[in-house]
């Protein structure tokens, strides 16, 4: 399930990541939103995205993390356009 969204820059253009945890597992039961991941978690995720699109040569800009709210909107619009 999701859980919120790791908003970027990348190459110029929005790209955005959506952090989702495991539905059915107990470790994540009570995992709902981002204040249930310890902070420097959240940074080393954001690290990686960084990271790997560096390895690219890619620009990128980490703009920030987005709660589950601004989310499902982007979700939906995804799953409307896979449809399509």
Known sequence: RPIGMLEMIDGGDRDEKILCVPDKDPRY??????????PHRLDEIAEFFRT????????TK????KDLDQVM???EES??????
Not at 29 to 38: C, F, G, M, N, P
Not at 62 to 65: A, D, E, P, V
Not at 79 to 84: A, D, L, P, R
């Open 52 to 59: 790997y699109k560096n390895l690219e040569k890619k620009v």
């Open 73 to 75: 909107p982007l979700v």
């Open 29 to 38: 039961a009570e995992v709902k939103t981002l204040q249930d991941i310890a």
């Open 62 to 65: 980490i703009l920030g993390w």
């Open 79 to 84: 799953i409307n356009n896979y449809k399509q």
